[in-house]
Nanobody, 129 residues
Framework: QVQLAESGGGLVQAGGSLRLSCAVS????????VGWFRQAPGKERTFAAT????????YYADSVKGRFTISRDSAKNTVYLQIDSLKPEDTAVYYC??????????????????????WGQGTQVTVSS
């Protein structure tokens, strides 16, 4: 059984940083693309970043490029999302998700929630102005 557990969220002032963690159990992350999505209050869940399982290649939504960094620790089977220069509009529940595929031939598919088979429960990030 594949399980994902997010942690690291919290309340932070604008301009600050956070590092979110996604601990994966039941499946080696080298076999899965693992992504981060976020859902702001009253809005749809949107893609933020992903890291391919086999290559470690990363892909980001345009809206977060330059401030978000996705990485992984294979020994811990954990994927991280570093968020810098936080803005109030980053306030959201952040979810990590793992795909049954290690990668895809087109980055387009990483943006789609349906590409991912397993989801965590989310961690709240609140940015105060």
């Amino acid at each position: 059984q594949v399980q994902l557990a997010e942690s690291g969220g919290g309340l932070v002032q604008a301009g600050g940083s956070l590092r979110l963690s996604c601990a994966v159990s039941g499946r080696t992350i080298s076999r899965s693309a693992v992504g981060w999505f976020r859902q702001a209050p009253g809005k749809e869940r949107t893609f933020a970043a992903t890291i391919a399982g086999n290559t470690g290649s990363t892909y980001y939504a345009d809206s977060v490029k330059g401030r978000f960094t996705i990485s992984r620790d294979s020994a811990k089977n954990t994927v991280y999302l570093q968020i810098d220069s936080l803005k109030p509009e980053d306030t959201a529940v952040y979810y990590c998700a793992a795909s049954g595929l290690a990668s895809t031939y087109s980055n387009y598919y990483y943006q789609m929630a349906t590409f991912y088979d397993f989801w965590g429960q989310g961690t709240q990030v609140t940015v105060s102005s």
